[in-house]
């Protein structure tokens, strides 16, 4: 069997995500100390002062900067990889699934769950009617797809359709 993940996988997107998870603090951080600077300098002015109105823009620039950086970066990066976390913590907790299916064709990319997965066909056989059904089984998108051949069965362990590891079989369908 060729596993495609190991436990090296989620000690590293664990440290990935705290060292996002570090980041998104660091500028948090600067966002309030210049936040409390700009404050500070605010009240320490006289009464009416016309240079007030210069700390005021500056705490709204200095704001919407903090915002625009935090959609992209909270949303984007830190939400994916979040979720690629998840995905490997299902993986070592989850149920696995052995099956052996005969390889059909490549579908295109697609997200599932907040990963982005290829998607690999494989037929199965319906158990009421005597007709051929499609599976479709995950391969994760940061891993190299595996050498399927149409028409070869390969033996596949899976968690909720997401390849673990397969083995690569030698007689045709």
Do not use: H
Not at 27 to 49: E, H, K, Q, R, S
């Amino acid at each position: 069997m060729k596993w495609l993940y190991g436990d090296a996988d989620l000690l590293d997107a664990m440290k990935q995500k705290r060292r996002l998870l570090a980041g998104f603090f660091l500028a948090t951080g600067l966002f309030l100390a210049g936040l409390v600077c700009l404050l500070v300098f605010y009240i320490l002015l006289p009464y009416n002062d016309p240079a007030g109105v210069w700390y005021i823009v500056g705490t709204s620039v200095l704001t919407g900067l903090y915002i625009l950086f935090c959609f992209p970066y909270m949303g984007i990066s830190y939400k994916r990889c979040k979720a690629y976390c998840k995905m490997l913590g299902f993986i070592s907790a989850g149920l696995k699934e052995y099956s052996v299916l005969p390889f059909e064709d490549i579908e295109d990319w697609t997200t599932r769950d907040g990963v982005d997965v290829n998607v690999a066909l494989f037929s199965v056989k319906n158990v009421k009617k005597d007709e051929a059904m499609t599976r479709q089984i995950y391969v994760d998108g940061e891993k190299d797809f595996p050498p399927f051949q149409k028409g070869r069965k390969v033996r596949l362990l899976s968690q909720g359709n997401l390849l673990i590891a397969y083995d690569l079989g030698e007689e045709r369908v």
